[in-house]
């Protein structure tokens, strides 16, 4: 039979993979969306309209879907009605959350993303349905966002922490193993920690899209108090702290690496470089 998934947040940096890798596979494909006739949508891809504050207005996005990928998009007090009633109409949901289980301290820094992540899980695990749990660590996009802006504007790229590593995964790779998660057996009850298959430091990243790009950079390290004054904005306050607390964490220690997405997927992860160079136009002017 063939499957149809619900993708809720279908339009992020996550979701937006997810979508095409599922149309790809030959999978229907729904999004939800507050706004259908707004929605940046594939081609093939069914808009139902629905809010996860308004529980009742997921009933027909969730009619005669198989699973659901979630991507929480919403304030924390939604959660326990909204997993209610997506629980209640599917059998299987595949949920983006974080490593914040993972025994290393660049994990582990307090934070409130870690609490509503938390709930989320238990009141899945709790529902009764079949349910995997994706736990990215440092997303590959988030070099557009962190350094895209400095580096579009030809100045130097002033970032505190430089010497500490990562593993940045490609959303694509989570897209392949949600696709697993969602459409195949034997994923029922597992926690899936996904990374790239390497550690960089920023430093290493910001150098490696540089050459993706073809671009002659200079790089610059911040102190935290440095970061706290040049880059707030276009971090939000709270966010600024809990990046520069698992950083500060991160130094000197090796990044957390996983097989995961091999082990799921058969195939190899992306390595950041093939990231770079697939997205070397958002560097450039």
């Given at each position: 039979m063939?499957?149809?998934?619900?993708v809720?947040g279908?339009?992020?940096?996550v979701?937006?993979?997810v979508?095409t890798?599922?149309r790809e596979?030959?999978v229907?494909?729904r999004?939800l969306?507050?706004d259908?006739n707004?929605?940046?949508l594939?081609?093939?891809?069914e808009?139902?309209?629905?809010?996860?504050t308004a529980?009742?207005?997921?009933d027909?996005?969730?009619?005669?879907?198989?699973a659901?990928?979630?991507v929480w998009?919403?304030?924390r007090?939604a959660?326990a009605s909204?997993?209610?009633?997506i629980?209640?109409?599917v059998?299987?949901i595949?949920?983006?959350?974080?490593?914040?289980?993972?025994?290393?301290p660049?994990?582990?820094?307090?934070?409130?993303?870690?609490?509503l992540?938390a709930?989320?899980e238990?009141?899945i695990e709790?529902s009764?349905v079949e349910?995997?749990?994706?736990?990215p660590g440092?997303?590959?996009s988030?070099?557009r966002?962190?350094w895209?802006?400095q580096i579009?504007a030809g100045e130097?790229?002033?970032?505190?922490y430089?010497s500490?590593?990562?593993?940045?995964?490609d959303?694509?790779?989570?897209?392949?193993v949600?696709?697993?998660?969602?459409?195949e057996?034997?994923?029922?009850?597992?926690?899936?920690?996904?990374?790239?298959?390497?550690?960089?430091?920023?430093?290493?990243?910001?150098?490696t899209i540089?050459?993706a790009?073809?671009l002659r950079?200079?790089?610059?390290?911040?102190t935290?108090?440095?970061?706290?004054?040049?880059?707030?904005?276009?971090?939000?306050?709270?966010v600024?702290?809990?990046?520069?607390a698992a950083?500060?964490?991160?130094?000197?220690?090796p990044a957390?690496?996983?097989?995961?997405?091999?082990?799921?997927t058969g195939?190899p992860?992306?390595r950041?470089?093939?990231?770079?160079g697939?997205?070397?136009?958002?560097?450039r002017?």
């Amino acid at each position: 039979m063939k499957k149809h998934i619900l993708v809720i947040g279908a339009t992020g940096n996550v979701g937006r993979p997810v979508v095409t890798a599922l149309r790809e596979a030959g999978v229907g494909v729904r999004a939800l969306t507050r706004d259908p006739n707004g929605a940046p949508l594939p081609e093939g891809v069914e808009a139902a309209c629905g809010d996860l504050t308004a529980p009742a207005t997921l009933d027909a996005a969730l009619d005669g879907v198989d699973a659901v990928f979630l991507v929480w998009t919403a304030p924390r007090p939604a959660v326990a009605s909204a997993l209610e009633r997506i629980a209640g109409r599917v059998r299987r949901i595949v949920a983006l959350t974080s490593p914040h289980k993972t025994p290393h301290p660049f994990f582990q820094q307090p934070n409130a993303i870690r609490g509503l992540h938390a709930e989320i899980e238990q009141r899945i695990e709790d529902s009764g349905v079949e349910w995997t749990i994706l736990r990215p660590g440092m997303l590959a996009s988030n070099a557009r966002f962190w350094w895209g802006p400095q580096i579009q504007a030809g100045e130097a790229i002033r970032w505190p922490y430089l010497s500490v590593p990562t593993a940045p995964i490609d959303e694509r790779d989570i897209a392949a193993v949600a696709v697993r998660a969602l459409c195949e057996e034997g994923h029922d009850g597992k926690e899936y920690v996904l990374t790239g298959p390497e550690a960089l430091t920023q430093r290493e990243q910001v150098e490696t899209i540089g050459k993706a790009a073809r671009l002659r950079l200079r790089i610059e390290e911040l102190t935290p108090d440095e970061a706290r004054r040049e880059l707030v904005p276009p971090f939000a306050p709270p966010v600024m702290e809990m990046l520069l607390a698992a950083w500060a964490a991160g130094e000197g220690r090796p990044a957390w690496v996983t097989e995961t997405v091999g082990d799921v997927t058969g195939g190899p992860p992306r390595r950041f470089a093939e990231w770079a160079g697939d997205h070397r136009a958002a560097f450039r002017t």
